[in-house]
């Protein structure tokens, strides 16, 4: 497989459970990253991980646990989520942070799209 | 203020109709721009970066004013296969090693036979 892979690419799931979502990239990058788009909202990022180092939360809750095991994988382990928590997630790989200033682009995966019951 | 504002829209053209989009950042230190596309119900994929000096691909053409921190989009020659919703991106540099792509909420474009 090429680029970025996520499964599942549909889930439903009641309050109270535990599921985790899986991404994989096949593009030798060094960076990845967790979105959230909602209907009606732009991109909202959650997490970036460098180097399986973790470098950016951005205020998301505890109930979204995320995993970055080796720089191809990347999980996001889901518990006791909101039925506002129904939104595509989109995951991203890139090369590398800022060179010189300048970001480069990010591909991202084709989305798992979450129905939280 | 919004940290990346595009046009409402939508914008409904006729083919081979030219169309503009543009977007404004809040950001006066960022340095890297992008146009992505999204399909609906598919993920985004990049367009077209956004250079200094003004860039062109074929019918698409992207133009930087850092003074005006305004971005945008001109789409010559509209084909069907060009509706799509276009995101307007910017770093927001934080003086990490990893900064930020802030996305706007897009413009959906419908190219109409």
């Known amino acids: 497989e090429t680029g970025v892979t996520q499964t599942p690419r549909h889930l439903v799931m009641g309050m109270t459970n535990k599921k985790s979502l899986k991404c994989e990239q096949h593009?030798?990058?060094?960076?990845m990253y967790w979105y959230k788009q909602s209907a009606k909202k732009p991109l909202e990022l959650m997490f970036v991980?460098?180097?399986?180092?973790?470098?950016e939360n951005n205020s998301v809750p505890s109930r979204f646990s995320p995993e970055c095991p080796n720089s191809s994988h990347l999980f996001l382990h889901l518990h006791t989520l909101q039925p506002e928590d129904s939104a595509l997630y989109l995951c991203?790989?890139?090369?590398?942070?800022?060179?010189?200033?300048?970001?480069?682009?990010?591909?991202f995966g084709p989305g798992t799209r979450l129905t939280v019951l | 203020r919004k940290e990346v504002e595009q046009d409402p829209g939508p914008f409904n053209v006729p083919e081979g109709a030219t169309v503009a989009f543009n977007c404004t950042y809040s950001?006066?230190?960022?340095?890297?721009f992008f146009w992505y596309r999204q399909d609906c119900r598919k993920e985004p994929k990049l367009l077209m970066s956004?250079?200094?000096s003004g860039n062109e691909d074929g019918r698409f053409t992207a133009q930087l004013n850092r003074a005006s921190q305004y971005i945008s989009l001109l789409i010559r020659d509209s084909k069907l296969s060009d509706s799509a919703t276009y995101l307007c991106?910017?770093?927001?540099?934080?003086?990490?090693?990893?900064?930020?792509?802030?996305f706007g909420k897009g413009t959906k474009l419908s190219v109409k036979p």
């Open positions: 991203a790989s890139s090369q590398g942070g800022a060179i010189g200033g300048v970001y480069n682009e990010q591909f």
């Open positions: 593009l030798g990058h060094n960076a």
């Open positions: 991980y460098s180097l399986e180092e973790r470098v």
């Open positions: 950001n006066s230190a960022s340095q890297s």
């Open positions: 956004v250079y200094s």
């Open positions: 991106v910017v770093n927001m540099d934080d003086g990490g090693s990893q900064g930020n792509l802030i």
